[in-house]
């Protein structure tokens, strides 16, 4: 198995899985977008909330807004205080508004330094003269199979494509220039016309419909595949490829290991 980094910045990132099957790519894709913890707003404690948004909207938008969180941060259910909750599983975000203003994410104030909205400049409510929202909420860790609010990204993948043109065949290879294909797979040459960017086809099979004579030969690689990856969490696209690696190689070995044991 080899991956290969096509773009990437700190939300979005394009990579190559090769040497690999359907259901590895699967697993990566679930692993990345619901296996990895982010923290999220669990519980809402409303206090007065005056504004155009229902309690329960308003505790929706809450938990959907990402947070950063500290990465030695425990979930409830491995920390040391058996899901009590205390200071490294738990943190608590007071808002208290009085408009006119619009509410944004910033606004929350949190207990700990290290965990604050990843964006700042999300709006939570509009509140007119004399509205107020006062509340007390507590975000804990959690994934993306428990709940929406802690998928840490989107992610897609598709096969490579295997691209190939035969100039020497009996054909009109100048019909599936740069023009004619919509994502600028191929280049002209003094050669000829090359298969530039392999990675850019998505099997339309727009060049194959022009040349003649089976001068374009295009197909699926069923063994490779081409992941976007965009974070909706605070975490780097990045780093949720790293963490989803990671988890797929322990449940292996734990895998093996309980295999063997019961081998004996």
């Known amino acids: 198995m080899k991956i290969k980094i096509i773009e990437k910045s700190d939300s979005k ?3 190559t899985l090769e040497d690999s099957s359907p259901a590895f790519a699967n697993a990566l894709r679930r692993i990345m977008m619901n296996e990895i913890p982010v923290l999220a707003i669990e519980n809402v404690d409303i206090e007065e909330n005056s504004s155009g948004l229902f309690d329960e909207m308003l505790a ?4 959907l807004i990402p947070l950063t969180f500290p990465e030695k941060f425990n979930s409830k259910e491995e920390c ?20 006119p203003c619009t509410v944004l994410a910033s606004d929350m104030k949190s207990t700990n330094d290290d965990v604050r909205s990843f964006d700042g400049n999300i709006p939570i409510a509009e509140l007119l003269d004399g509205q107020k929202i006062r509340l007390e909420a507590t975000a804990n860790l959690g994934r993306g199979t428990q709940h929406m609010k802690w998928q840490s990204s989107v992610v897609g993948y598709r096969y490579m ?14 019909s599936y220039t740069i023009d004619v294909c919509p994502k600028n797979v191929f280049e002209k040459k003094e050669s000829g016309i090359k298969v530039a960017r392999p990675e850019n086809c998505n ?8 040349a003649k004579d089976n001068a374009a030969v295009v197909s699926p690689d069923e063994s490779s595949f081409i992941f976007k990856v965009e974070s909706v969490s605070s975490l780097p696209a990045c780093d949720i490829l ?4 990671e988890q797929i190689e322990t449940r292996a070995e734990e895998f093996i290991s309980g295999f063997k044991k019961a081998a004996r």
């Open 80 to 99: 040391k205080c058996d899901g009590r909750g205390c200071s490294m599983c738990e943190v608590t975000l007071v808002l208290d508004k009085t408009g």
């Open 13 to 15: 990132m394009r990579f």
């Open 161 to 174: 494509a295997n691209v190939r043109i035969h100039p020497d065949r009996d054909g009109d290879v100048e």
């Open 242 to 245: 790293e963490k989803a690696i």
């Open 60 to 63: 929706h938008r809450l938990g």
């Open 203 to 210: 099997l339309c099979m727009r060049c194959v419909e022009v």
